[in-house]
């Protein structure tokens, strides 16, 4: 089993960039795809990106389209979400996460091990 540590999250200001880190251990990582989610206070846990075990397929939600970027490097086993242009309501915990087999429909439910989540808080 793939155990997950996020790191990278601080208090920033709106327009502001963050680079958050997931650093993976287990020999299975790079045949994982890989998500980001995050929590926001008094919401539901939302899908943020998801990248394939080839770094050749992305997806993202309509509200980080154009500001986030998810990469990985299988060779160190780490998952980044490199964040532009943060909003206020961009404040929330981010979690990284692997993919089941029905990753594609990226929902949390789709994945499977989970890390304990970095908070990201943007102020305005």
């Known amino acids: 089993q793939v155990q997950l540590v996020e790191s990278g999250g601080g208090v920033v200001q709106a327009g502001d960039s963050l680079r958050l880190s997931c650093a993976a251990s287990?020999?299975?990582?790079?045949?994982?795809?890989l998500g980001w989610f995050r929590q926001g206070p008094g919401k539901e846990r939302e899908f943020v990106a998801a990248?394939?075990?080839?770094?050749?397929?992305?997806y993202y939600s309509d509200d980080v389209k154009g500001r986030f970027t998810i990469s990985r490097d299988n060779a160190k086993n780490m998952l980044y979400l490199q964040m532009t242009t943060l909003k206020p309501e961009d404040t929330a915990v981010y979690h990284c996460?692997?993919?089941?087999?029905?990753?594609?429909?990226?929902?949390?439910?789709?994945?499977?091990?989970w890390g304990q989540g970095t908070q990201v808080t943007v102020s305005s």
């Open positions: 287990g020999r299975t990582f790079s045949y994982h795809p």
């Open positions: 996460a692997t993919g089941t087999g029905t990753w594609y429909r990226l929902r949390a439910a789709d994945f499977g091990s």
């Open positions: 990248i394939s075990w080839n770094p050749n397929t992305t």
